[in-house]
Nanobody
Framework: QVQLVESGGGLVQAGGSLRLSCAAS????????MGWYRQAPGKQRELVAF???????NYADSVKGRFTISRDNAKNSVYLQMDSLKPEDTAVYYC???????????????WGQGTQVTVSS
Protein backbone atom coordinates (compact mmCIF):
# COMPACT_ATOMS: atom_id res chain seq x y z
CA GLN A 1 0.00 0.00 0.00
CA VAL A 2 1.37 3.39 -1.01
CA GLN A 3 1.43 6.12 1.58
CA LEU A 4 2.59 9.74 1.62
CA VAL A 5 4.34 10.63 4.85
CA GLU A 6 5.13 14.23 5.76
CA SER A 7 7.73 15.51 8.18
CA GLY A 8 9.38 18.78 9.14
CA GLY A 9 6.57 20.79 10.68
CA GLY A 10 6.95 22.66 13.93
CA LEU A 11 6.90 25.97 15.71
CA VAL A 12 8.90 28.90 14.35
CA GLN A 13 8.97 32.65 14.88
CA ALA A 14 7.81 35.03 12.20
CA GLY A 15 10.56 35.58 9.66
CA GLY A 16 11.97 32.12 10.21
CA SER A 17 12.20 29.10 7.94
CA LEU A 18 11.02 25.52 7.86
CA ARG A 19 11.48 22.72 5.36
CA LEU A 20 8.75 20.17 4.87
CA SER A 21 9.40 16.78 3.37
CA CYS A 22 7.02 14.20 1.96
CA ALA A 23 8.06 10.72 0.94
CA ALA A 24 5.97 8.11 -0.79
CA SER A 25 6.42 4.69 0.70
CA UNK A 26 5.41 1.30 -0.64
CA UNK A 27 5.63 -0.28 -4.06
CA UNK A 28 5.63 2.62 -6.52
CA UNK A 29 5.60 2.43 -10.29
CA UNK A 30 5.32 6.18 -10.92
CA UNK A 31 4.11 9.42 -9.36
CA UNK A 32 2.55 12.33 -11.21
CA UNK A 33 2.28 15.90 -10.03
CA MET A 34 2.90 16.42 -6.33
CA GLY A 35 1.81 19.32 -4.23
CA TRP A 36 1.37 20.88 -0.85
CA TYR A 37 -1.94 22.08 0.54
CA ARG A 38 -2.71 23.71 3.85
CA GLN A 39 -5.73 24.12 6.06
CA ALA A 40 -5.98 26.70 8.81
CA PRO A 41 -8.60 26.42 11.56
CA GLY A 42 -12.02 27.40 10.27
CA LYS A 43 -10.80 27.70 6.69
CA GLN A 44 -10.96 25.54 3.61
CA ARG A 45 -7.99 23.54 2.44
CA GLU A 46 -6.03 25.52 -0.12
CA LEU A 47 -3.30 24.75 -2.62
CA VAL A 48 0.08 26.15 -1.64
CA ALA A 49 2.27 24.84 -4.46
CA PHE A 50 2.58 21.97 -6.87
CA UNK A 51 5.25 20.54 -9.11
CA UNK A 52 4.81 18.32 -12.15
CA UNK A 53 6.83 15.25 -12.89
CA UNK A 54 8.86 17.35 -15.30
CA UNK A 55 9.61 19.99 -12.69
CA UNK A 56 7.18 22.75 -13.65
CA UNK A 57 5.96 24.61 -10.59
CA ASN A 58 3.05 26.77 -9.56
CA TYR A 59 2.46 28.72 -6.34
CA ALA A 60 -0.36 30.42 -4.54
CA ASP A 61 0.01 34.18 -4.72
CA SER A 62 0.29 34.35 -0.94
CA VAL A 63 3.52 32.33 -0.90
CA LYS A 64 5.24 33.39 -4.12
CA GLY A 65 8.79 34.51 -3.49
CA ARG A 66 8.84 32.92 -0.02
CA PHE A 67 8.19 29.21 -0.58
CA THR A 68 10.00 26.86 -2.94
CA ILE A 69 8.74 23.44 -3.95
CA SER A 70 11.09 20.78 -5.27
CA ARG A 71 11.08 17.04 -5.82
CA ASP A 72 13.46 14.13 -6.01
CA ASN A 73 11.98 11.57 -8.36
CA ALA A 74 14.57 8.96 -7.42
CA LYS A 75 13.39 9.18 -3.83
CA ASN A 76 9.70 9.62 -4.63
CA SER A 77 9.79 12.73 -2.49
CA VAL A 78 8.64 16.33 -2.57
CA TYR A 79 9.85 19.20 -0.43
CA LEU A 80 8.61 22.63 0.56
CA GLN A 81 11.16 25.19 1.67
CA MET A 82 9.34 27.92 3.55
CA ASP A 83 11.18 31.18 4.21
CA SER A 84 10.07 34.51 5.64
CA LEU A 85 7.25 32.77 7.43
CA LYS A 86 4.28 34.79 8.62
CA PRO A 87 1.71 34.05 11.33
CA GLU A 88 -0.89 33.65 8.59
CA ASP A 89 1.08 30.67 7.28
CA THR A 90 0.01 28.75 10.38
CA ALA A 91 -1.89 25.67 9.27
CA VAL A 92 -1.77 21.92 8.87
CA TYR A 93 0.18 21.21 5.70
CA TYR A 94 -0.73 18.19 3.58
CA CYS A 95 1.23 16.48 0.86
CA UNK A 96 -0.73 15.30 -2.17
CA UNK A 97 -0.28 13.56 -5.45
CA UNK A 98 -3.03 13.39 -8.01
CA UNK A 99 -1.62 10.17 -9.45
CA UNK A 100 0.34 7.60 -7.52
CA UNK A 101 0.71 4.38 -9.49
CA UNK A 102 1.51 1.10 -7.82
CA UNK A 103 1.53 -0.55 -11.25
CA UNK A 104 1.11 0.66 -14.81
CA UNK A 105 -2.65 0.18 -14.44
CA UNK A 106 -3.28 0.93 -10.78
CA UNK A 107 -3.22 4.64 -10.02
CA UNK A 108 -4.97 6.79 -7.45
CA UNK A 109 -4.82 10.13 -5.70
CA UNK A 110 -3.15 10.15 -2.32
CA TRP A 111 -2.91 12.45 0.67
CA GLY A 112 -0.51 12.50 3.57
CA GLN A 113 -1.65 12.69 7.16
CA GLY A 114 -0.63 16.33 7.58
CA THR A 115 2.01 18.16 9.59
CA GLN A 116 1.40 21.20 11.79
CA VAL A 117 3.20 24.44 11.06
CA THR A 118 2.82 27.19 13.64
CA VAL A 119 4.32 30.64 13.14
CA SER A 120 4.40 32.89 16.19
CA SER A 121 4.41 36.66 15.94
Amino acid sequence: QVQLVESGGGLVQAGGSLRLSCAASGSIFSIGAMGWYRQAPGKQRELVAFITGGGNTNYADSVKGRFTISRDNAKNSVYLQMDSLKPEDTAVYYCNSNRVCATARTCFASWGQGTQVTVSS
